[in-house]
């Protein structure tokens, strides 16, 4: 089964969860998932124990962490997991940078400073570049609500000096 499948089917799980179905139906849902969560934190337990960053390996794959996130089971805390996800996005923020500036019970503040390079460049990039920040932190960490990202002004262009003597001089004149 490749990705686009998963996502699809795990899109369709989500779209029966919230249809308003059968009690006994969501009753053996979640005993299923609980059934599985079982099962999955002792695989993640005889991970652990086997050492080598094997439990981490594991999670590295997208649906296997998506499963190990829904029962508590992923190895990485969440401020990990997010600067994982933001070094991935990295090529998608047009040279901008962004960096956790707190994660607390809800709510995930970001930073975004702009590329260095950008000169109040467009609006576009830097909307871009919190979207994509967004996304990677809504995919890593979905147990938090709110992502709020701040961002930095672009720096002020350097100031040009141009020496009084300059402007002092008579027109057609040489110095």
Do not use: N
């Not at 094997?54 to 962490?65: F, G, K, S, Y």
């Amino acid at each position: 089964m490749d990705d686009h499948e998963v996502t699809e089917r795990v899109r369709r799980v989500e779209e029966l969860l919230e249809s308003g179905t059968d009690p006994r139906a969501v009753e053996l849902a979640e005993a299923l998932l609980d059934l599985y969560g079982e099962a999955l934190a002792r695989v993640m337990a005889v991970a652990a124990a086997a050492g080598g960053g094997l439990p981490e390996r594991i999670a590295a794959d997208d649906l296997v962490a998506h499963l190990l996130l829904l029962h508590g089971l992923h190895p990485l805390d969440a401020p990990t997991r997010i600067r994982h996800a933001l070094e991935g996005a990295r090529d998608r923020l047009g040279g901008a940078e962004a960096e956790i500036v707190s994660v607390e019970d809800d709510l995930v503040r970001l930073r975004l400073r702009p590329a260095p390079r950008a000169k109040g460049g467009c609006g576009s990039t830097a909307a871009r570049a919190r979207s994509a920040v967004e996304q990677a932190v809504r995919d890593a960490a979905p147990e938090f609500e709110r992502v709020l990202v701040e961002e930095e002004p672009p720096a002020a262009p350097e100031p040009v000096v141009i020496p009084v003597e300059s402007l002092l001089r008579a027109p057609g004149t040489r110095a």
